[in-house]
């Protein structure tokens, strides 16, 4: 081992990079660490934006994206492209975020290579392995191999306990409420683009994944549309991923409809405005459902399953699905009651208290450089 502790942090997707630049910038601020960062570029144009706004470069960019990728190849491409750059870096340590194939698939090199891997966001689970599709393997995967698990919760401790694993596991809370904190308390974002009427109920939706491709997404759109129709003083605002599985079913029922406003993926900093701005907040997103508690949104959870169930447990998210009466039901619920809506609004966030990256930094530096 080198005098500092040499240590590659890894990611590709825009919420892994969230979540791991204020561990970025936490290691690099500290003289004990040889911090260099990897990207896989997973998502290409929405990771960018993350990267600009915490100001890191990374020192290996993989580049991996391709029209059309599906998973053998990326996997394939992630597998062979960390094998050369462990091989030269030669880190003490490999650090992967969360769920992705990019997390899945880096562990796994590491592994293969003989490095010590430490997991942020480690221990969530839905215990199906279909759902969400890949991201329940890639995290087992990366669990199984890890030898520091940093989970955000005391559920995701005892997920890590229960699959037999019997060491190496911490409570940490969140990155992502470290880097939302960041945002809220120090970037400001005009959103007069959007055009939001001021005196109307802003409704989030967020809906991208996989699984929710097809029925799902129509009738999450189609409770939408019934919603606004219902509801004079409500506006939903969609940011509309890319992706032509989620383009080519949301605006055939939502490209005319009147307060409704399907936007452009949002950058980061924008996107956290946006959230504090927000009545109601529509998802399927794992970040969104600890981001948002921690500003006082409700947020309903346009799933089935959650491996996320702590802010379920306290209150201030509810899981709906994608049935098209129960997402209209669980809504109007919320905007006809006022004490039930302040219910979910005070909840308490059982994330963390924007100090994750300092507890890991301290984790690592005791795991290489233990007291004498």
């Known amino acids: 081992m080198t005098n500092k502790i040499k240590t590659l942090l890894v990611f590709g997707t825009r919420p892994e990079a969230i979540k791991m630049c204020p561990l970025v ?10 911090a260099l960062t990897m990207v896989t ?10 990267l600009e706004l915490f100001e890191v470069k990374p020192d290996f960019d993989l580049n991996l994206m391709k029209p059309n990728q599906n998973l053998w190849n990326l996997s394939a491409d992630i597998l ?9 870096v030669k ?5 992967v975020h969360g769920d992705t194939t990019t997390a899945g698939i ?65 409570k940490t809370g969140n990155t992502v409420i470290d880097a939302l904190m960041y945002v809220i308390n120090n970037k400001e974002a005009n959103l007069d683009f959007i055009g939001l009427e ?49 383009r080519n079913t949301v605006f055939p029922i939502l490209g005319d409809v009147e307060r409704v406003k399907l936007i ?42 959650t491996e996320r169930p702590e802010a379920v447990e306290y209150g201030g998210v509810r899981l709906v699905g994608y049935d098209k009466e129960r997402i209209i039901t669980s809504v109007q619920t919320l905007l006809d009651d006022k004490k039930e809506y302040d219910k979910m609004s005070t909840a308490v966030n059982p994330y963390g208290d924007g100090r994750a990256s300092e507890y890991i930094e301290k984790i690592i530096v005791d795991y290489f450089r233990p007291a004498r």
């Open 25 to 34: 910038k936490r290691l690099q601020n500290n003289p004990l660490f040889e």
């Open 264 to 305: 452009k993926p949002l950058d980061y900093i924008p996107f956290c405005n946006l959230m504090k701005k927000a009545h109601i907040i529509l998802t399927d997103s794992g970040g969104v459902q600890e981001e948002a508690p921690a500003l006082g949104v409700p947020v309903f959870v346009l799933r089935e399953e």
């Open 41 to 50: 570029a997973q998502h290409r144009e929405m990771l960018d934006s993350v």
């Open 91 to 95: 880190p003490d340590l490999v650090l």
């Open 80 to 88: 062979l492209k960390t094998k050369e750059i462990y091989e030269k």
């Open 106 to 170: 880096s562990a796994l090199s590491a592994f293969y290579a003989g490095i010590k891997i430490g997991h942020v966001e480690a221990g969530l689970r839905t215990f199906d392995k279909n759902y969400p599709f890949p991201e329940e393997i890639n995290r087992v995967i990366v669990d199984s191999v890890s030898d520091l698990m940093f989970c955000p919760t005391d559920l995701a401790i005892q997920n890590i306990k229960n699959s037999g694993i019997k060491k190496g596991y911490y």
């Open 198 to 246: 001021p005196n109307l109920k802003t409704i989030l939706l967020t809906s991208h994944r996989r699984e929710n491709f097809g029925k799902p997404l129509e009738n999450i759109c189609n409770a939408v549309k019934e919603l606004v129709k219902n509801n004079k003083d409500i506006q939903v605002v969609y940011p509309v991923h890319p992706n032509p599985n989620v």
